[in-house]
């Protein structure tokens, strides 16, 4: 069995409190728009003035809403300690998984293996100035805009790595989006769909 070491695509995230609910959003639902593979109808939405794909599906809506109100919260307790000043920042990664037929002895099993993985490295500003919000929200515009054009130039650049569809089930591959993942082991996947 190939045991190569899935590819991991790296986004820097920069957000103020009340835009990063917003922008994570924003780029999870622009990667599952090119990586979710069962039949969606296009939808955009837009988010500090660029317009973004979004996926409409409701499983995969309330994973997004979920993951994502719980870094913002983890992001807004770190900040309450004191980190304001160094910026605040918080981990998320979104996987994508190929089951494989597992043989052993007198049995087959599945077994799940990452062929795809996207981190959102998020750093939350806190802007203290009517001058520093003005500055924040610009680098948040440009680096949105920095993030989308990333993830669209990788999806169209990387597709090699993409596993043979050999399912008829609506989502082929199954994903998850995990808070602040660590080393790659069980703990990771256990309890996070």
């Known amino acids: 069995m190939d045991q190569r070491r899935a590819p991991e695509y790296i ?3 920069f957000a103020s409190p009340e835009f990063v609910k917003d922008v994570v959003r924003g780029i999870l639902h622009t990667i599952f728009f090119h990586r979710f593979f069962p039949s969606i109808r296009p939808r955009t939405r837009d988010i500090l003035g660029l317009t973004l794909p979004f996926v409409e599906d409701v499983e995969l809506e309330t994973l997004i809403d979920q993951r994502t109100a719980t870094l913002a919260r983890q992001l807004d307790s770190s900040s309450d300690v004191g980190a304001r000043n160094s910026g605040v920042r918080g981990l998320m990664a979104v996987q994508f998984f190929e089951r494989r037929r597992q043989k052993a002895w007198f049995t087959k ?3 799940e293996v990452c062929w795809e993985q996207w981190t959102l490295d998020v750093t939350l500003a806190t802007p ?3 001058s520093e919000r003005a500055k924040v929200r610009k680098a948040m515009e440009a680096m949105l805009l920095k993030a989308a054009m990333k993830i669209v130039t990788t999806v169209n650049r990387e597709k090699d790595h993409i596993p043979p569809i050999t399912t008829s089930e609506s989502n082929p ?3 998850q989006i995990v808070i602040n993942p660590k080393a790659d082991g069980w703990g990771t996947r256990i309890g996070l769909f």
Request: glycine share 0%.
């Open 173 to 175: 591959f199954p994903y």
């Open 128 to 130: 203290r100035t009517e």
């Open 109 to 111: 099993a599945e077994e």
């Open 11 to 13: 986004i820097e995230v």
